[in-house]
């Protein structure tokens, strides 16, 4: 039986270090190399890389740039100050008023009324070169002006042109003002339905009514232009009101109108622009003579055009100070030292060089930021023109009390909303600036940016960015292998 010899084990042979035991840091190693056997570049690899590189140097500016600029906040507070009284400060130039006639005035909502201020505010005469001279209107001017361009609806006209006979038709017969405004001349006959020459009269007057109203009887001004006449008759035992206010004491009573005339009480005969009263016969030729006799007598239509009323304008500047409550500081006419000039036909056209509010100088509004100084003086070298008579304008203001924490700076901030509004015959036109105070306070003040939030900022911007390359790579990659695979296959 033949010997077996078995070998007897010797020692293991050594193995190398790294792959006979771990060391100890093994385990938390999260940035572990990757032989560069088993890596490989690509094209798409560089240009991400290079992508990645330039958006990480584009936001690093950004970022660097937010943290070292510093970015004003906001936030809203109930209104800390505490005075009692507010400074406005107005630098307005009225381009039609000169300064004897100029008053500036307040109002506030406490029902305080002061007129015709004069502490601290001053007035400077404009447009010396003598030039432009203005002029009063004449009465012809007014009503042309004033009523040429009106136009009425047919149901305004068919009101306007009906007979006064019974408070109970369809009509509303409840201004006579505007049935006189309505035409260059209105003839009346004011009658009563118990008065035995009233009923005598009657068919005198619906012939001539019918002639005048249709046209067959024509009149014409002193420029032998046609006037628009038109004929009704008023029932006074309907509207014995109308007839108190317009005096009548007998019947009938025929009157000849002028568009624009006084109509209440206070009318007077032979007033231009009033009534004349027939004292004829009354007969159809006797009528209308003496119609045409008195409309012969004015110039309707003369082609009159807007212009200044007085020689110069007013620069009015100062200071004013006001409660702390909303109010109105107005301009207008006042007392006119003139005879010829009428405070209601008065132009308020301005131009606003300055409109502040706080004692804050002006100077330092170049320091504030934009969005806040612009918002300081939004009227500043604006205009606003009233074209035609009996136009008041009105502005609205509401004023916001702004604190810069930085400086201990206070600004009031204002928006600004105006409007032309038409106001009633016979009241003096107003350049109105309302103002209303917000009853909180915007406080202003700086972001503070640590410096760790810029250096988490950093880190998040370049982590990201190769991210998001890596992954747009990772894509790529990808879809070129299922491309050529598809490919490979069709082939």
Known sequence: RPEIHRKTPGPAPRMLPQVAGKAWYHGFDAFRKVPSDLSEASITGAVMTLMAVGTCLALFACE?????????????????????????????????????????????????????ISRDIRKQRVDHTGMNKGRAYNEEELLELEFGDRSFTAEELAELDSDWGSS??????????????????????????????????????????????ERKILAVDADGKAANVHLLKLNCVDFEDTCGEQ??????????????????????????????????????????????????????????????????????????DVARVPGTLHFQVGKSKERDINPAFTNVSHTVHHLTFGDAPRSLKAKLPRQYSQHV????????????????????????????????????QQTHQWSEQTIQRGTTPQAKFSYDL?????????????????????????????????L????????????????????
């Open 64 to 116: 660097t740039n937010a943290f070292l600029t510093d970015a004003p906040t906001t936030r809203l507070v109930v209104d800390t100050n505490e005075d009692e009284l507010l400074k406005i400060h107005f630098d307005i130039s009225m381009i039609d008023m000169d300064c004897d006639h100029l008053t500036v005035g307040i109002w506030d909502a406490f029902g305080t009324e002061r007129f015709n």
């Open 168 to 213: 109970s038709d369809k009509f509303k017969h409840d201004n006579f003002q505007a049935v006189v405004d309505a035409h260059d001349f209105t003839m009346i006959n004011f009658y009563a339905d118990w008065c035995g020459h009233c009923r005598q009269f009657a068919p005198t007057w619906n012939e001539l009514e019918t002639s005048v109203n």
């Open 247 to 320: 005096m009548i004491r007998f019947y009938p009573t025929v009157r000849l109108y002028r568009r624009g005339g006084v109509t209440g009480g206070g009318g007077k005969s032979g007033r231009l622009g009033g009534f004349e009263e027939y004292r004829g016969e009354y007969n159809v030729e006797a009528l209308s003579s003496w119609m045409k006799g008195e409309i012969v007598k004015r110039h309707l239509h003369t082609g009159a055009k807007y212009h200044n009323i007085f020689s110069e304008g007013c620069r009015i500047f100062g200071t004013v």
């Open 377 to 412: 003086d939004p009227l500043a070298k604006q205009t606003f023109v009233a074209d035609k008579f009996h136009k008041a304008l009105s502005h609205f203001i509401k004023v916001v009390h702004t604190r810069f924490e930085d400086s201990g700076f206070r600004s009031y």
């Open 438 to 470: 917000a009853p909180v306070e915007v406080v202003v003040g700086k972001a503070e940016r640590r410096w760790y939030d810029y250096i988490t900022q950093i880190f998040a911007i370049t982590g990201g960015a190769f991210t998001i390359m890596s």
């Open 472 to 491: 747009a790579s990772s894509f790529l990659k990808l879809s070129t292998l299922q491309v050529k695979r598809m490919l490979d296959k069709m082939q």
